[in-house]
């Protein structure tokens, strides 16, 4: 057996190591700067954690971030620069909460206002925000109970705070639904960093004027796509990044194929992916650390398609909590603006995935539709289509939606491994973002000021 | 440029993927059973994160684990197999405290019958050592107590313990010492676990007649050494693991320039490393989350070498423990046994090592003999010889000694993300160990168990 593998040298002044919206943001930049760059991206597509599918009956379906808010506005002027438009959310009609005894609640509004364990939710939710307005989203480490907070996980504090069995399921199940991990696994104080980096719990939990507001015509895709399309041949589709040699000098990204020699490389991918890179020299104790102590959550996302939202004539909104055994931990309805399907999305996270996920195909699809059918009845065990994203599988994300701290990340690595640029490398990434932490606007704003860096590093070594 | 590379096919019964203690006691105990196996291991040498170096004056040096005591029975009947020699540990003369005042404490014997706080951190120890009693280090999720300890960190109970800033000052040096960590980042379960999986605190924290009994005369590689050189030609060295393909009828490890066949695996490498492996199909949730919940300590050994070991005529031991500012943590006389010259070894872990190990070459030795000359004075300031290993930064086993659990780790993933196989995927390494967990030991002891599991699958596969 002979491999024959000729290594192609391309050189550009930056190189950027991924294609999701951090990566395309960064090179954006950098192409409205007039700076020359390559980016490169290990899958066949950009997008990267943003992943928008049109099914063979034309239904366009977001298996992974789907959603922008009013407060998103790197996002929204992304959008708006190409032109994508958006559509509210779906929530008219009664949501319902399905608990563990098998009970459901149909409820309007935002959240039940009489449901089992509410008032104490309620109050202890109210106790994160007022926490998480003395976080300091720029400096973490300058937070005043910093150490104390991350010295714990989300579940010691639940303990603390209450001991009313369904108020910890909603915190519970609020945990898997931001960060795709378990109160057992997750520092307090990275939770009320993320919320303070939202501009509050409701922002993050709520659809209208929040974080689940509307809906992209095109898919969430749609501007990314549009931004690849200007940037041309500087996207490298198909390579991925196995080493990055770095110094003083600069940098030399090496693919299966070719070598990609720049002054300054962007890496703009999830921690679990850093690490799969050789870098030589290794990276600092700092950052290695802060990596190691950064799961990717764990996530699936499913999809069930209907010839119509069915659900609606019943007064029902398809928006769903379940605390009950299945897989799926929340529903939407995730339909098409004009109503010419009818589509339900689910969420299994968290623990609910990982036996899940170890099913055959089959029994998979029978526990999902089991759990539509709670909500909106048996007409959901039929689906036209029916379709998943185990993200937890994925090959590059290696889970999603993003990576949470674990406790202690933030005290021991925080301060010099969460963003600063290590030599010649530049950091960035949703989770390196200060403002939407964890979302594609994240993402945008991340790529943004990596790329920011770099420009003022070039020019003024330029200058000097 | 074009890179040729011929891909050579070795097929085998058994592929043991790594060749560090875990590794070699598999192929080992293959071999006495008559089962054909091959042996890869990425580095130039076996021993993994056992690395004994003979210096050019002729001292033998041990840069990773050293020590071994009475009832590592695995590790002792190794050595007796191939008759490798041990001698006791040097601990003859006053140990030394170094305080964060500056001050230094002289005492004999085990421990300072009355140094800052030892009351108080005397206490705590034996709560920890009551706690430990009742886990079940087999199936650690049967531990009464599990999910409650595993969801907060050692810092959290620590804290909870007691307000005397001495005392914590006491236990976070042990935490250092025992998993290279901090305790806000650690399990307090996982401490638990561990301490129980030695037989107790003390086993863990003392030299004479326990973990720090006793040296190798040929350094702690010896066993390893003489266990490759009767394995021969089982054992391919530079074979680093670029992925594993497995189904039901067997697996694939393929390397840069080879594809090894077999019909099962056992991998034995720590788990960080584990993870720079491409697995088809993807790992389990469960195993790639245990996998993720599982950082590598910080940790770097250092090592200066004198003409003699004069703190001995000083009446000293040359074994401290260091709560200053500098990047010592724990010192010990590691003399060889004719005392021929005067070693000092020094552990910078934890904390200690992140700033230090960015320092430049020069900065990094003064740092350190600034600490030895507390200790012993100022002639540890001109050493014969100065070397350090700085494990953090080794490009396989990416730190040391060996992985701690984040807390949830335990919780969301042990069960089954543990050591359970994984089809026909078989793990060891001394983190999958139930007895002296994170030792030379337990790497053995979870050897012979994966071996074990291996041949009884293959005889009852062949009586089927």
């Known amino acids: 057996m002979w491999e024959q593998t000729e290594m192609d040298l391309v050189e550009s002044e930056v190189v950027v190591v991924g294609g999701g919206y951090a990566g395309l943001a960064a090179a954006l930049r950098l ?65 319902v909460e399905v608990w563990h005894d098998g009970g459901t609640v149909p409820y309007l509004g935002a959240a039940p206002a009489d449901g089992p364990g509410i008032a104490e939710y309620t109050r202890v939710s109210e106790v994160l925000d007022e926490l998480a307005r003395t976080v300091d989203t720029q400096q973490p480490w300058r937070t005043t109970r910093f150490a104390e907070w991350d010295a714990q996980t989300a579940e010691s504090f639940f303990r603390a705070q209450t001991d009313d069995p369904d108020a910890r ?64 041949g500087g996207v490298r589709l198909g390579e991925q990044a196995q080493s990055i040699e770095y110094d003083e000098g600069g940098v030399r990204v090496r693919t299966a194929s070719t070598v990609f020699e720049a002054r300054r490389a962007i890496v703009a991918l999830p921690p679990q992916a ?144 969460w963003r600063e640029p290590t030599g010649t490398v530049h950091w960035a990434g949703t989770e390196t973002a200060s403002v939407w932490n964890g979302y594609i606007d994240g993402a945008i704003s991340s790529g943004l000021r990596a790329a920011d860096e770099v420009v003022s590093t070039l020019s003024s070594h330029a200058e000097g």
Chains 1, 2 share one sequence.
């Not at 099914?55 to 032109?83: E, K, N, S, Y």
């Not at 915190?171 to 990275?190: D, N």
């Not at 960093?193 to 015509?217: H, K, N, P, W």
């Open 274 to 417: 850093v690490r799969t890179i050789r870098f030589t020299p290794g990276l600092p104790v700092s950052r290695d650390g802060w990596l190691s102590h950064s799961p990717m959550g764990r996530v699936a996302k499913v999809h069930a398609v209907y010839d119509a939202p069915f659900w609606r004539a019943a007064g029902l909104s398809g928006v769903a909590t379940l605390y009950d055994d299945g897989p799926v931990g929340v529903v939407f309805d995730n339909s098409p603006d004009d109503a010419s399907r009818g589509v339900l999305v689910g969420f299994v996270y968290g623990d609910r995935v990982t036996d899940w996920s170890d099913l055959d195909d089959a029994r998979r699809r029978a526990a999902v539709l089991e759990s539509f059918t709670t909500v909106v009845g048996q007409r959901a065990a039929r689906p036209l289509d029916y379709t998943e994203k185990i993200w937890s599988r994925d090959t590059f994300a290696r889970g999603g939606y993003e990576a949470y701290v674990t406790p202690g990340g933030w005290t021991g690595y925080g301060r010099r491994g």
């Open 169 to 232: 399921r909603r915190l519970a199940l609020a945990v898997q639904g931001l960060w795709c991990a378990e109160p057992y696994e997750i520092s307090l104080f990275h939770v009320l960093f993320y919320i303070a980096a939202a501009g509050g719990y409701e922002q993050l939990m709520e659809t209208r004027d929040c974080a689940q507001d509307s809906r992209f015509v095109t898919g969430a895709a749609g501007p990314a796509r549009a931004v690849a399309g200007l940037l041309g």
């Open 31 to 95: 192409h409205d700067a007039g700076v020359d760059f390559t980016l490169v991206e290990a899958a066949d597509r950009v997008g990267g954690r943003v992943l928008t599918e049109i099914r063979a009956d034309g239904v366009t379906l977001d298996h992974g971030g789907q959603w922008v808010g009013p407060t998103q506005t790197h996002l929204l002027a992304l959008a708006d620069r190409f032109g994508c438009a958006t559509f509210p959310t779906w929530e008219t009609g009664k949501h």
